[in-house]
């Protein structure tokens, strides 16, 4: 089976004229834009493959933090745009965190799992003041790590 999956970033619903410093972010970062990739499961296009999926991990926060973060709303003149608010980054870093903790299983070498597992287990057993917590070196499993600026 064949998948032909087309992204397109159209901004023009949500173009903001005014002049509310929070809602006038989001006309540079999200800008009409688009990407394309044809996706197969059949053994026989192996050969032409770029990438393969190993894993899709995906993280739903749902706190009112989350919620208010990134907001569609009016400013003081009724023009309606989306606001962006400060808690945008701690929300963002949250569920980065969160995904990999749950993708690092997947996908790090079992030399860090285990380094991984040591440090638990010491942190457990002498406390967590005395050990440091080990922070895994996800560079062994990735080639490339790219943050899209509006995820």
Same mark, same amino acid.
């Given at each position: 089976?064949?998948?032909?999956?087309?992204?397109?970033?159209?901004?023009?619903?949500?173009?903001?004229?005014?002049?509310?410093?929070?809602?006038?972010?989001?006309?540079?970062?999200?800008? *009409?834009?688009? $990407?394309?990739? %044809?996706?197969? &499961?059949? /053994?026989?296009?192996?050969?032409?493959?770029?990438?393969?999926?190993?894993?899709?991990?995906?993280?739903?926060?749902?706190?009112?933090?989350?919620?208010?973060?990134?907001?569609?709303?009016?400013?003081?003149?009724?023009?309606?745009?989306?606001?962006?608010?400060?808690?945008?980054? *701690?929300?963002? $870093?949250?569920? %980065?965190?969160? &995904?990999? /903790?749950?993708?690092?299983?997947?996908?790090?070498?079992?030399?860090?799992?285990?380094?991984?597992?040591?440090?638990?287990?010491?942190?457990?057993?002498?406390?967590?003041?005395?050990?440091?917590?080990?922070?895994?070196?996800?560079?062994?499993?990735?080639?490339?790590?790219?943050?899209?600026?509006?995820?």
């Amino acid at each position: 089976t064949y998948t032909l999956v087309v992204s397109h970033e159209n901004l023009t619903n949500n173009w903001y004229p005014g002049c509310d410093r929070s809602m006038l972010v989001p006309n540079c970062i999200f800008r *009409s834009n688009g $990407a394309a990739i %044809l996706l197969s &499961n059949k /053994t026989k296009d192996c050969w032409r493959a770029k990438y393969q999926l190993q894993h899709v991990v995906r993280t739903t926060i749902s706190t009112d933090e989350a919620f208010q973060c990134v907001y569609q709303m009016e400013d003081d003149k009724g023009i309606r745009g989306v606001r962006l608010g400060k808690e945008l980054m *701690s929300v963002a $870093a949250s569920a %980065l965190k969160l &995904n990999l /903790t749950r993708l690092g299983p997947k996908v790090l070498p079992l030399t860090e799992q285990l380094a991984f597992a040591a440090n638990l287990v010491a942190r457990q057993v002498m406390g967590p003041k005395k050990v440091k917590p080990y922070v895994p070196d996800f560079t062994m499993a990735f080639d490339h790590i790219c943050l899209h600026t509006g995820e």
